[in-house]
């Protein structure tokens, strides 16, 4: 499975992108696809994941600004980014995995190359 990343941008505090992980290669219906990012001088922290059922993951800092979803038509899963913050700065990744999705990101076989995300206040 190959994956690819898209949709980053500049945006001002508040405002939001939409994006894209889109897979190649194998269809992804039985896959769980998470969300990554990595800000500058951090590590690489779980964002959100999307299980082969349609299962949703986020972590706490982005629940209710952020949706997750899926369209298997397109093999692409979304990331909706609303009342985006500064601090969300970041290259985001997007990883897949056989079957469930999880927030570990050891346990994701294939990596997007990512898309960099840069909120201004």
């Known amino acids: 499975v190959q994956l690819q990343a898209s949709g980053g941008g500049l945006v001002q505090a508040g405002g939001s992108l939409r994006l894209s992980c889109a897979a190649s290669g194998r269809t992804f219906s039985s896959y769980g696809i998470g969300w990554f990012r990595q800000a500058p001088g951090k590590e690489r922290e779980f964002v959100a994941a999307?299980?082969?059922?349609?299962?949703?993951y986020y972590t706490d800092s982005v629940k209710g600004r952020f949706t997750i979803s899926g369209d298997n038509a397109k093999n692409t899963v979304y990331l909706q980014m609303n009342s985006l913050k500064p601090e969300d700065t970041a290259i985001y990744y997007c990883?897949?995995?056989?079957?469930?999705?999880?927030?570990?990101?050891?346990?994701?076989?294939?990596w997007g190359q990512g898309t960099l995300v840069t909120v201004s206040s």
């Open positions: 999307i299980s082969w059922s349609s299962n949703t």
């Open positions: 990883a897949g995995r056989r079957l469930g999705a999880t927030n570990h990101q050891g346990e994701y076989a294939y």
